[in-house]
Nanobody, 125 residues
Framework: QVPLAESGGGLVQRGGSLRLSCAAS????VGWFRQAPGKEREGISS????????YYGSSVKGRFTIVRDDTKNTVYLQMKSLAPEDTAIYYC??????????????????????WGQGTQVTVSS
């Protein structure tokens, strides 16, 4: 059984939109990371499934929205105003255990215990 499964990546033009999905059940925190070619993996957003608290990285704030749908056990990353610099492999990550450090550690890879395989997002100019 695959713990997490991303979907929704693809090719989009500059200014376009995409919605990524992460099938994730039973996790307290679900985050999205991305890794562009030649760059380190970057934490871009995360959500607390208990109270809906969300965080965003500065590079995506105002353009991306993280949403959970408990009826479908899915967390979505709605992306708009996409630019070529958003081109990357996008990963879903999750953690079951509650932490009082969510607010200060949500963007760190080692905060999460489970990872998806990644989905490619390519933005053409």
């Amino acid at each position: 059984q695959v713990p997490l499964a991303e979907s929704g990546g693809g090719l989009v033009q500059r200014g376009g939109s995409l919605r990524l999905s992460c099938a994730a059940s039973g996790y307290t925190y679900v985050g999205w990371f991305r890794q562009a070619p030649g760059k380190e993996r970057e934490g871009i957003s995360s959500i607390d499934s208990n109270d809906g608290t969300t965080y965003y990285g500065s590079s995506v704030k105002g353009r991306f929205t993280i949403v959970r749908d408990d009826t479908k056990n899915t967390v979505y990353l709605q992306m708009k105003s996409l630019a070529p610099e958003d081109t990357a492999i996008y990963y879903c990550a999750a953690r079951r255990r509650w932490s009082f450090r969510f607010g200060s550690r949500w963007f760190l890879e080692d905060f999460y215990d489970y990872w998806g395989q990644g989905t490619q997002v390519t933005v053409s100019s």
